[in-house]
């Protein structure tokens, strides 16, 4: 996971995009969320296209809300920052309580066949449009890291 947040963080300066931390009362981390920038091939064009990944709480953690939390900060973050929606590929039955639905219900087209249709998912903000629909294109490190869908 340390290499693939090595290569996302630069996107962050450079697209916009989040990264949020959890610590606990002795300052160690027991979290992380970020969101960057990939791309939405939209019908009139390509607009940023907002992806909260990775999502990381420590084992002995989990359950305690921090994830949640963590996916609320990078929303609220992302409403601040103008975002139309942001888009995910995780468990729906975890995401689904935080406001996410199938993005494929809404026009949203996966990166990969191998991103289950159920995983792939999307909150919409209060600056979303209709139009915004197309196949996201995820930035390179996803790629790289060999991080997108499942492998048989």
């Known amino acids: ?6 290569d996302l963080r630069p996107t962050i300066a450079e697209l916009g995009g989040c990264s949020f931390v959890a610590v606990d009362a002795d300052d160690r981390v ?15 064009r390509l607009m940023p296209a907002p992806v909260l990944s990775p999502l990381a709480v420590s084992p002995e953690r989990q359950g305690d809300g921090i994830g949640s939390a963590l996916v609320q900060r990078a929303l609220e973050h992302g409403e601040a920052a103008g975002w139309p929606f942001v888009l995910l590929e995780g468990d729906p039955g975890y995401y689904s309580r ?5 993005a494929g219900r809404l026009g949203f087209r996966r990166p990969s066949l191998r991103i289950p249709e159920a995983a792939f998912q999307v909150h919409r903000l209060s600056s ?4 915004m629909t197309g196949t ?9 890291h060999d991080a997108v869908g499942l492998r048989d």
């Open 128 to 131: 979303h449009r209709p139009e």
């Open 30 to 44: 027991v979290g992380h969320v970020m969101a960057t920038m990939s791309l939405l091939d939209a019908p009139a």
């Open 98 to 102: 935080l406001g996410f639905v199938a």
């Open 1 to 6: 996971m340390n290499a693939i947040v090595h």
């Open 136 to 144: 996201v294109v995820y930035a390179w490190p996803f790629w790289a």
